[in-house]
């Protein structure tokens, strides 16, 4: 700091003596100064077109404006138009609640928007504004800084002479606040200023100013920081004395602490010796307690489960005994029930017509009819009508001994039908069955109700004509012609009651010599096997039929049958499996 007094009352002075000397030489000195007065730390604080506080907003009761002028002074620099559009807000209201202050400021922060963004013209006008109300308001901290603000616009705009007045005009107000930053500021400006306009006299009169006041400021520090050396220098000692002191206290100290450890030592040496002794005692009594307390326990123990093991072997010879006579009584009844389904499989299968169709015109067939539960729940019937052969394979609701009476009913009512009626054609049939079943069922479409019925594939050939038809309640016709495979898809409703009760469609179908039909249940389809235990389905089941088609018929059912055993593995069987074809 001593140095740069030492610069600056060098360049004071050899200003002074060179008034006179070239315009380079005296400029350079201004230089010099400038740079010193700056680098000794005290003008930190810029002030340029950016005001850096927002006094008197609203009297100090009004949020809002403050808020938009601390926003709008922090957008200058960046965002000029919205630093303009902000100020324009906070004027409105600071001329609402009449806060010249705020207003002042407003107008301001316009003006320095304006500079920034290069509009020189409106800058000078939105200063001269705020300049005009804050003389007249007798605002004096306002008229300094817009009064410095403005002397830089008109020295942006070349007016020099205005901006001359405008920063004495600036230096006045200072003088008022006493605020030394902004005189110091202004007398350097004006030096600089009257430098430019070759007014070298007026010049060095404002850097002496300037000078002036940086060796006032240099000074008051020079004392400041002297008195705190000298007494950083009395702590210091003082310090010193302390830990002389301390040190003193400590050494004393520690010798005593050592006499009480040593004597401390012995001491707990004997009492160390003396607690180990009773440990050991202490161990010995209770390692034998506890030894004594196991043995009891132990003995307490076995005698407790011989006990229960004496308890629970009667009861449970009470229990076999009790599980052999049930077990009796079950098989029995399980006995009789199996002779009971025996024999219902023996009226099932005198009931279902001789797998014979070779008398009846078909070249080849077979049966695959593999029931779940000793009686099945599946069927199949044809009969011979004049030169046409009515062949018919149905599912019936349930499996076991409810599948197997479903079964009896369906044969019966298909019976009574075609031979008894004399009704061929396969719609005709289906729609008579499904009449016949609900009211014989009592169907009327109750939540409550039985939903009976049963899904069929019904085919009617004529010999002579070469014709199929077929209708189908759910369950498909598939046939294989020429190595290909085709489908006949059913009707999508039961052969029983149904929400929309339509009448069966009826599809026709030339066939040829070599044709292969194949009319099945869901029940192969639906079987759950494989490696990952999912369900055949109906597309496997095509290509599996598509890949044996070739085969003679008895070959065929090999296979077919050999398949399910094989995808089913150790899985239940979930329903009757009935697979009929027919080689024309």
């Known amino acids: 700091m001593f140095w740069q007094m030492n610069v600056l009352q ?3 002075i050899f200003l002074w003596r060179n008034v006179e000397m070239k315009i380079k030489l005296l400029i350079f000195t201004f230089i010099i100064i400038g740079a010193v007065g700056f680098s000794s730390g005290r003008f930190e604080e810029k002030f340029s077109t950016e005001i850096k506080e927002v006094s008197g907003a609203a009297n100090h009761h009004d949020k809002e404006i403050a808020e938009l002028l ?61 300049a005009t109300l804050a003389g007249a308001r007798g605002l004096i901290h306002e008229s300094m800084l817009v009064n410095y603000n403005l002397g830089l616009a008109y020295r942006k705009a070349k007016k020099d002479k205005k901006a001359a007045e405008c920063h004495t005009l600036s230096i006045a107000a200072a003088n008022k606040l006493e605020n030394r930053d902004m005189i110091s500021l202004n007398h350097f400006v004006l030096a600089d200023l009257f430098a430019a306009m070759r007014r070298y006299e007026e010049a060095l009169k404002q850097y002496r100013a300037f000078v002036q006041y940086r060796f006032v400021e240099f000074e008051k520090e020079s004392k400041d920081i002297t008195t705190q050396i000298k007494k950083k220098e009395e702590e210091l000692v003082e310090a010193k004395q302390k830990e002389t002191r301390l040190v003193q206290d400590t050494v004393r100290k520690s010798q ?6 040593q004597e401390t030592k012995v001491k707990d040496k004997v009492i160390q010796e003396k607690n180990e002794t009773v440990r050991r005692q202490q161990k010995t009594i209770f390692y034998a307690s506890m030894a004594i307390t196991v043995f009891i326990l132990l003995i307490s123990g076995v005698l407790w489960q011989y ?13 076999n005994q009790m599980i052999m006579h049930q077990k009796e009584q079950i098989e029995n009844q399980k006995e009789e029930i199996t002779n009971s389904i025996q024999y219902a499989l023996r009226i099932q299968q005198a009931v279902l017509p ?31 009508v004049a030169n046409q052969l009515i062949i018919a394979v149905a599912d019936c609701t349930g499996h076991g001994v409810p ?12 019976n009574e039908i075609v031979i008894n009626r004399k009704v061929t054609m396969p719609d005709e049939i ?38 199929i038809w077929f209708s189908g309640a759910y369950n498909p016709l598939t046939y294989v012609r020429d190595g290909k495979l085709f489908e006949i898809k059913a009707d999508k409703m039961p052969c029983a009651y149904h929400p929309q009760i339509n009448p069966f469609s009826l599809q026709e179908l030339d066939f040829r010599k070599g044709d292969i039909f194949y009319l099945s249940s869901d029940g192969y389809s639906d079987q759950f096997g494989g490696p990952d235990g999912k369900k055949f389905k109906q597309k496997r ?33 979930l329903d009757d499996v009935l697979v009929m074809g027919i080689s024309i």
């Open 430 to 467: 289906l729609n008579t069955m499904r009449a016949e079943i609900i009211r014989t069922m009592h169907q009327k479409g109750n939540a409550s109700e039985n939903k009976d019925g049963m899904d069929i594939a019904l085919i009617n050939i004529d010999f002579e004509k070469k014709k």
């Open 541 to 573: 089941f095509n290509e599996l039929l598509l890949s044996v088609s070739h085969l003679p018929m008895s070959e065929q059912k090999k296979v077919i049958e050999q398949s399910f055993y094989d995808w089913k593995s150790n899985q239940l069987q």
């Open 307 to 319: 006990r229960q093991k004496r308890r629970a072997y009667r009861k449970l010879e009470e229990q």
């Open 403 to 414: 599948g197997a009476f479903m079964s009896m009913l369906g044969v019966s009512y298909i």
């Open 10 to 12: 060098f360049c004071s």
């Open 70 to 130: 601390k926003s709008a002074t922090a957008s200058l620099d960046v965002m000029p138009d919205i630093s303009i559009d902000l100020a324009q807000k906070a004027a409105a209201k600071a001329q609402q609640i009449k806060s010249d202050a705020a207003l002042v400021n407003s107008y301001t922060i316009m003006g320095s928007a304006y500079y920034n963004k290069g509009d020189i013209s409106k800058s000078i006008q939105w200063y001269e504004k705020a």
């Open 354 to 384: 001789t797998v014979d169709l070779r008398k009846v015109g078909i070249s080849d067939h077979f049966v695959f009819y593999l029931p779940r539960d000793i009686v099945s729940g599946d069927f199949y019937w044809y009969a011979p």
């Open 256 to 261: 005593t602490i050592q006499e009480l450890h």
